[in-house]
Structures are given as C-alpha cells and as structure tokens.
C-alpha cells in the first residue's frame, strides 16, 4: 500500500509539473530537440558538442530556439523538460556561435542575449564557460549587432557568476585572456570616441568591462595602458552626454581598484582636475556619485591621498562638502531619499580625512563641523538653537536617520586625529564642535551602559557596529593632539560616563579572563575591539586612574601587548567595520591602506591606555605587587614589549605611543637598524671636520654632514666655508694633521654639557636614555636647538597620530651637493645600456657622499680610508656596480632602508627582460654587500632575489647563470629548487645546455629529491 501511495503521489506531481508548461511551449519543445538532435553529438571525450555546420540546419535551429526562448517564462524555467532544453541549447549556440557564417551569427547572438536575459541568476544551474569563448571572440567581429549581443550576453554571464563558481571563474578568465577580449572592448571605445561607430554601443561594451575589471584585477593595467583610450575620454566627454560620462567615471573608479594605477591616474593632473569638476552641483546625482567614488577609490593609500592633495586640495574638498550637504528638505523635517546615495558616496570620499595633510585645514575653512552637525542633528538643530541638555541631544541623534552614523563617527574621529588648536579661534565653531563631542559621548556611553529601560533600547540593540564606530572617534577625541578637544572631550566624557563605575570593574575583569587567565581567547573581534577602546577612553580621564590601577590593569595591558607582538591577537579593522569596506570588488596592489597600515588595532588601543598609566608612581608598584598574584608579566617584560615596537617595523602610530610609553623609563627615539650604525660615529675622531669646545674645557669632535642633517642650528653657518671650498678638499686638509683643519666652535657657557653629549647621541643615533638630573637641562638645549621631536618627547607630550617617526636618516644630505661637507664620489662603472628601474628616479654615474656616512656602515670603506694607499685620500671611489645599483646603495647608507621591488600589477606587466635587468640590481647589491662585508645589506637584497624566483617562473635559468656568475649561492639554490620539478623538460628541450656541469648535477639531485617527496597526482 505504502508502495502504490508513493508512487501515485509521484504520478500526480509529474502530472502537475507537465501541467504547469503551456501546451504549444511543449510543441516547440519537442520540435526543438528533434532540429538540435541533428547537430548535437558525443565527441571522443563522451561529451556533447554541435557539430553540424550546414547553414540551413544552423539557420532553423536558432529560428526555433528564438521562438521558443520568446515562449518561456521565469515560473516554468525550473521545470525538468525546460531546463533539459536549455541544457541543449547551450551547447547547439556553444557551436553554432563559432562558425563564421555571417547570417546566422547574427540571430544566434540574438537568441544567446535572449535567453542569458531570462535565466538571469538560474544560468549558475548550467555548465555555461564553454560559451563564454565564442561570445568573447566574437567582441572583435566587423558587425555590429553581432557584438552588441555578444557583450550584453557576456555581461549578464558576469553578473551571474555567483562567488561559489571558481572553477567556472577561472574558465572564463582564461577565455577572456585568450580572446584579448579587453583588447577588443578597447578598440570599440575608440571607434566609439573617433565617431567611427554608434556612441550607444559605448555604455554597453564599457558596462561589459566594468565587470571584467570588477572580478578580474588583472585586467585593469593592461586597460589603463591603454593610453589612446584613457589619454582624452574624460577631458572630452562633455559632448557625449551624461550616460556616456556616467561609464567613463564607472571605468575609472573600477581600474582605481589597483593600486599601481590609482597612484598613475592621481598624477594626470588634467585628468583628475576635470574629474574633480563632476563633483559639481551642476551634473546629475548619478555623475556626481561617480566622481566621489573615484576620488574614494583614488586616495585608499596615503601616498594617493597627497599626490591628488598638492594640486586640486581646496576644490576636491568642496565637491565632497557641497555633496554632502542638503540631505533633509528645506521645507521640512523630512530626508530627501533620492539624496541619501550621494550623501553616502560623499561621505566614504570623506574618509580621504584618515590621512595626514593639508586638506584637514581645507575641511574645517569649508565648515565640515557644521556639515557634520546637520548630518547627525539634522533639521531638528536647526529649529532648536538652545539644544543643550542631554536627553535632547540622544532624541536628535537617535530621531535622525542612522545610515550614516558611523560615517560621521569615523570623519569626526579622523578629523580631531589630525587637528589643530588654531581651527577654534571662532565661538561658532568650537559650539558645533562641543555638540559633536557631546553627541558622539552620549552614544558611546548609551550603548556601553545598554539598558532595556530605556526608551532607546530598540534603536540601541540594533546598532553593534556602531558601538566601534563611535567608541574609536571618542577615542581619538581624548587623544587628539588639539587640546582644545581632548580637555573638552575628557569634560563631557567625565560627566557622561562618572557613574560607570561597576561597568569599569567589569570591563577590567573581563578583559583579565580573555587576556591573562587560562580561558580561550574571545571569538567576537568587534567586542574585543570596543572593550579596548572603551578602556583607553576611561584610562584617559584621571578620576578613573586609582580604580585601574588598583585592578592592575597595567599588567593586563602587558599580557596583550605580549600577545600582540608575538602574532596571538590579530586584527584587522576590515574585519569588524564591514561598512566601509562593502563593495564585493577584488582590490589589487594596495599595500599602504589604512587596514593594512592599522593593522592591529588591539595593540594600538592597549598602548593609549597604558600612556595614561605609566605616568603614575603607583603602577609599578601595583604591578610588581599584584603580577604574581596573577600569573602576570612582570614590568621587564613590558620594557622589553615596548623597545621591540619601537625598534622594528610596526606602524608609525604603534611606534608612537610605544615611544611615549618608554619615555616613563627614561627611554627616548626610535633604535634603528642605521641608528645603532651610527653610533660609533659620535667617538670617531679621526674624520670629524667640526670641534665643539664645552664649556667644562673639554672638546668634542662632530660632524658637519651629520649636524646639518639633524641638527642644523650647532653649525655657525657664517663661518662655514662656501660651496666651492669645501672643508674637506686636500688643499684644506693635511692627511698627517687632519685635526689642524677642523673649524673649531666654542660653546655658550649656558650649555650643559652633559646634555650636549646626550643631544649629540640623539642627532646620531635618532634615540638616548636620559636620566633625571639630564632631563631639564636637556629638554632647554633641545628647544634651542629646535630639535623639535627629541623635545617633544622629554616634555612628555601626548602623540601625534599620523606623523612619521622621526628615526635617524640623513637622505636630505643627498640633495645638497656640493655643500661644504661633500668630501667623496661615488662613481658607478662604465654602462653604455642605462636604464630607468622602476623603483629609483636616477641613473646618474655618480653620487656626491659624505665620509663618515659610508664608514659608519661599512667596514670594507673604513679600512680604505684609513690604509694610507693613494686612493684613501682620492675624492673619487669608483664602485663595481651598475648606475641603478648605485643608487639603492646610497639610499641605503644613508636611511637604511633598501628600496624594495613591489611584484604587484606593474611588475607583471614589463616584459622579462626589464624585470631580469630589475632583479640584476639585487644580485650586484648582494655580491657587493658580500665583498664589502655588509651582512644586513646582503640579505635584504637576496630576499627580494629569492622572493621573486619563488613567485615568478619566469627567468630562474638565467638568474642561475647570473647568480652563479656572481658566486651568489642562496640565489643558485632558490633558483634551482624552483626549477626542479621542470627537470625532465629542460633536460629534453636542451636549455640545459652550456651549463656549468656542477648546477646541472645540483638541479638533477634537487628533482630526485623533489619526485621522492612529491606525490604522484601533483
């Protein structure tokens, strides 16, 4: 019974599917598949394929599939019959779409739009890659209307992709790519543009590759290479109309999405300047928005930011001011609606405010605190001037429409970061100002002290991500270096947040749990976050001081910072603001945004709230108290935590308040690899040209080079000889009495001298320890001096985010050629093919240096200059490498930092030959660093050699030979390991030919091992 129920239900659902599809569609069905029957066939392979190519069957099988597409519609297309069909019409339009039978190429493409129109998000249920290669060569075909088709059927095969489909994604690509596709949709903008073909054909074919570039960021410099298409559109595209330029701004803020060509657009001033027109209220919303997104996708990097910054600031900033202004309706307390994506594009270009930099003052002349005030407020301020009470304020802010809200917390957050007391020299604006720190207050405590008795709880509990949003900008209110802002924003915190007592106590024990205790650590990242920023902002308010002590959260503090530094706790703010990091676009060759700079927000809020801290005379006592109690790290641990930041490459802003912090221990600067090089410069007496007489009787022999690098103000510059004198040419300078030449400068008795010694270690090494007799009397000659960070950080003064650090470098002495203290040349050998590298500006022969800069890094310059043999006394060194070497050598004397190869977009495009002259660089650096005994320069340059053969295919035969040349083992051995496993094939094709037998035996060991190891199915 059971058997005979199932299968009448069975019957009766069969019958109800067949009923569901119109009778005369069933007709055409079957017609269909009696016409596709005589093309579709199984190939070798057991798969089907069309392989008919008479045109008279052609023609009338994509006349019945166009009549039967026409019959379906969406409630029928997952009937099993109709999807059978569709199934077969996939692969009859797969081989029909590649003959080239002009009159039936046409109606195919009809139908194949047709019919990817109607599937829509179904096609995903297809095996669809397969026809994505005849449609993409087809993008080059002479006819029109065959194009057209095949780029609308190509768009809606993209759009449909799916993020699941990567196997299929991989197959389109490779289509695409082997099509030349791109290619293709270029040449028809450029008909489009010259007036050869139909202006309408541009937005669709530019629609086609906006999707292209979207998910395939490969694409995006060979289009920007493009220069006969990308050169003139924009600058001309008024006469095209407001759709035309509507696709022209889509591309460019598609191709901004790498890196390498954001930075290339943000230096076509012409270009960027007519972009930044289309901000104006003069064109439509959709352009508007546009242009935002382009300057929002233009300035995700620092470096970005400043190239557009020095030259449209002023007129970049007021289109994102004049676009975010006039939300809510003049004649009532009503949002526009159709003004909220423009007010939201506004505001991401706004986040430009992350950056340091000019366009800060831009935004406050141009009033971004009223702008701001009538986002948040809206209307309701405006009707309302004596707004001043607490509970008004939440119903403003919580009346007002909440889909921007954390927008303005990270604006507003961004914009105390990096401001100035100067910008509240007006009453007007310090009153918007307080009532913004008042709002973001207010809303911080609210969701910290959520309580469903209050009458906001609904709006409260639905706004997590905002907790983040505005807990971050308090934070960076109470840290602001504009006092102005922090001492207020303490005020109204203190008064918001005085009874938070037992939410504080809570708040420490928690984080005592997750931090030092043996519980797992919290999975919640966005809670882990909140909870540090609200301690930082609580550690900032003094009255709160004696509870954190007395809960030994300086010891907390230490256990995170421990486990930050040693990779345990990670995070990412693109993990826990989703909001600003929405769209679903692939991103490229961005290495400097503010998520990968900030990349651990944890640590930076546990290093502000131990800033508050180390201060107080009870901390260490606390913690060294209460450390054993609770398996804590003892103070060591923390110094030691805090000289690892500042010493290594952390982000400038952890360096910062690390820095700070190390201040409490009488630590002051930044150790640097170049620093500690330095440091036995300060005793080197016999190359110094300048003699310091202290007022103790003692003397001190200095360096000009070093002293005008760093400290200028030591030099008497009347008394310093001109440019085409030096102090160091031999007509100067006896070799057997070089002290008889040295200008001696006689100190003010007011010099402490103990200070200047400690001075003269900073301005050499870029960081002292200094203890507290010195502390006064070096913090005056610091002033002075006007060494401005040395006398920052003795006075204590809170941070500055966003600044760099100001670690021992003396680059700026290269620009200044032939100044007195220019003793040496560098000369580069003979090198009749010089070339640009993409990583230095110069391919000069050779480069105006300074003695004690190259002795005081290399041991091999050292022993030249102090042998006695002719050449330690010649004012030319002639140095066995390339121009492009050079350089890079120079930089790295002088910063310390080795300029490095970027394997992004615009590497993979040079052809191999620049790219191996590019990695010759790194072999000649590490064979010279290897004579010259520069083991730290060696090894940065072999790890950009090794990292490049390890990622790249391309060349590893002749780095081989190069590196072999070279006696470059570590680069031989890479190279031979990324080889081994092609063994077989170089053996055969004879590229192994000529080889030194000693590396072809090395290569055939390395693949015995590699086969061994390797499992068959690799």
Excluded at 246 to 273: H, N, P, W
Excluded at 423 to 447: G, M, P, R
Excluded at 641 to 648: A, G, K, M, T, W
Excluded at 708 to 735: H, Q
Aim: charged share 20%; aromatic share 8%.
């Amino acid at each position: 019974m059971k058997s005979s129920s199932k299968a009448g239900r069975g019957k009766r659902r069969e019958g109800k599917r067949k009923e569901e599809v119109p009778e005369q569609t069933l007709v055409l069905r079957q017609r269909l598949h009696d016409v596709l029957s005589l093309g579709i066939k199984f190939c070798a392979d057991k798969k089907r394929k069309w392989q008919c190519q008479d045109v008279e069957i052609m023609g009338h099988a994509v006349r019945l599939m166009s009549t039967f597409v026409g019959c379906i519609s969406s409630n029928i297309l997952q009937h099993p019959l109709i999807k059978d069909s569709v199934s077969d019409m996939f692969v009859a339009l797969e081989g029909i779409l590649q003959s080239e039978n002009e009159t039936v190429l046409g109606p195919a493409t009809n139908v194949t739009e047709k019919l990817f129109l109607i599937l829509g998000s179904s096609i995903r249920q297809y095996h669809y890659s397969d026809i994505v290669l005849p449609l993409s060569k087809l993008l080059s075909f002479h006819q029109s209307a065959v194009l057209i088709s095949s780029a609308v059927a190509l768009k809606c095969v993209l759009l449909n992709l799916g993020l699941r489909a990567r196997e299929e994604s991989n197959a389109i690509w490779d289509a695409i790519k082997k099509t030349k596709a791109v290619e293709s949709i270029l040449h028809i903008f450029q008909g489009c543009i010259s007036g050869s073909r139909p202006l309408d054909y541009f937005s669709e074919t530019a629609s086609l590759l906006k999707e292209i570039l979207l998910r395939w960021p490969p694409s995006r410099y060979p289009a920007w290479n493009n220069i006969k298409l990308m050169a003139g559109p924009v600058t001309s595209s008024a006469d095209y109309g407001s759709s035309v330029l509507f696709s022209i701004l889509q591309l460019y803020s598609t191709l901004a999405l790498c890196g390498d060509v954001a930075i290339m657009i943000s230096k076509r001033k012409e270009l960027v300047s007519e972009m930044v027109l289309y901000m104006q209220r003069s064109h439509p919303t959709n352009v508007r928005i546009q242009a935002l997104t382009v300057f929002r996708n233009l300035t995700r990097s620092e470096k970005g930011c400043h190239s557009l910054i020095s030259f449209c600031c002023e007129s970049l900033v007021q289109g994102i001011i004049d676009a975010m202004c006039g939300l809510w309706s003049s004649h009532s307390r009503r949002i526009l609606s159709d003004r909220m994506p423009l007010a939201t594009a506004a505001c991401q270009a706004a986040l430009i405010t992350q950056w340091s930099g000019g366009h800060h003052a831009c935004f406050w002349k141009l009033g971004i605190d009223n702008v701001l005030h009538d986002l948040l407020l809206g209307d309701y301020r405006r009707s309302n001037s004596q707004l001043d009470s607490p509970d008004e304020l939440r119903a403003a802010v919580y009346d007002n429409i909440s889909d921007i809200r954390n927008y303005i917390w990270d604006i507003l957050g961004f914009l105390v970061k990096h401001c100035e007391d100067s910008h509240f020299q007006s009453k007007e604006k310090a009153s918007y100002v307080d009532t913004l720190i008042h709002c973001a207050c207010l809303v911080a405590a609210d969701l910290m002290f959520m309580r469903s008795s209050s009458k906001y709880y609904h709006i409260l509990s639905s706004c997590t991500s905002e907790a983040e949003s505005v807990s971050r900008a308090v934070t960076m209110m109470v840290f602001s270096p504009c006092n102005y802002i922090a001492s207020r924003t303490r005020d109204i915190l203190w008064e918001t947040v005085k009874s938070g007592s037992n939410y504080l106590e809570g708040l420490i024990d928690k984080l005592r749990l997750s931090y030092v205790a043996n519980v797992p650590m919290p999975s919640d990242n966005l809670q882990m976050v909140v909870d540090l920023s609200r301690l930082a902002f609580y550690a900032s308010l003094p009255q709160f001081h004696g509870l954190i002590l007395q809960r030994s959260t300086s010891g907390i503090l230490t256990a995170i910072i421990n486990k930050c530094i040693n990779g345990k706790v990670h995070v990412h703010r693109s993990s826990i603001a989703p909001y600003l990091f929405s769209s679903n676009a692939r991103t490229c060759c961005w290495n400097d945004t503010e998520d990968c700079k900030a990349e651990n927000i944890i640590l930076l809020y546990s290093l502000q709230a131990l800033s508050q801290l180390v201060f107080s005379s009870e901390l260490v006592n606390n913690h060294q108290v209460l450390s054993s109690r609770f398996d804590m790290p003892k103070p060591q641990s923390l110094l030691s935590s805090l000289q690892q930041i500042v010493s290594n490459s952390f982000h400038r802003d952890l360096k910062w308040y690390a820095a700070y912090c190390l201040s409490s221990f009488g630590f002051y600067g930044f150790p640097s690899s170049l620093g500690t090089r330095m440091e036995s410069s300060l005793n080197e007496d016999e190359f110094s040209d300048l003699q310091l007489i202290l007022p103790n009787g003692k003397s001190q022999g200095v360096h000009g080079a070093i002293l005008m690098a760093r400290c200028p103000a030591l030099l008497p510059l009347e008394k310093l000889p001109s440019k085409d004198k030096t102090l160091s040419s031999e007509s100067d300078r006896s070799p057997q009495h070089p002290a008889a030449s040295r200008l001696v400068i006689h100190l003010s008795s007011n010099v402490d001298s103990d200070a200047l010694m400690k001075l003269l270690e900073y301005i050499y090494t870029g960081h002292c320890r200094v203890d507290d007799d010195t502390l006064k009397p070096l913090s005056i000659l610091a002033k002075r001096c006007n060494v401005k960070s040395l006398y920052d950080m003795l006075k204590r003064k809170q941070p500055r985010c966003g600044m760099p650090t100001p670690s021992c470098n003396f680059t700026q002495l290269l620009t200044l050629a032939g100044h007195p203290f220019t003793d040496i040349t560098l000369e580069a050998k003979d090198n009749e093919e010089a070339w640009h590298c993409s990583t230095c500006q110069s391919s000069l022969a050779h480069v105006h240096a300074h003695k004690i800069i190259l002795i005081s890094s290399c041991s091999y310059m050292r022993a030249l200059f102090q042998s006695g043999m002719q050449e330690s006394y010649s004012q030319v060194i002639k140095v066995p490498i390339s121009r492009e070497a050079l350089v890079r050598l120079v930089t790295w004397f002088y910063s310390g930092d080795l300029p490095k190869l970027e394997f992004h977009c615009g590497w993979t495009q040079m052809d191999s030959d620049r790219q191996f002259l590019e990695l010759l660089v790194y072999l000649e650096l590490s064979w010279l660093a290897e004579f010259w005994c520069l083991e730290d320069l060696q090894r940065e340059s072999l790890d950009v050699v090794i990292s490049c053969i390890e990622t790249s295919p391309s060349f590893p035969l002749r780095i081989i030979e190069s590196a072999a040349g070279l006696h470059q083992h570590a680069a031989v051995g890479a190279a031979i390991r990324r080889l081994a496993p092609l063994y077989p094939r170089l053996r055969d094709a004879g590229e192994l030919e000529g080889f030194d037998e000693a590396i072809v035996r090395t290569l055939r060991s390395e693949y015995v091992h590699f086969s061994q190891e390797t499992p068959p199915n690799y």
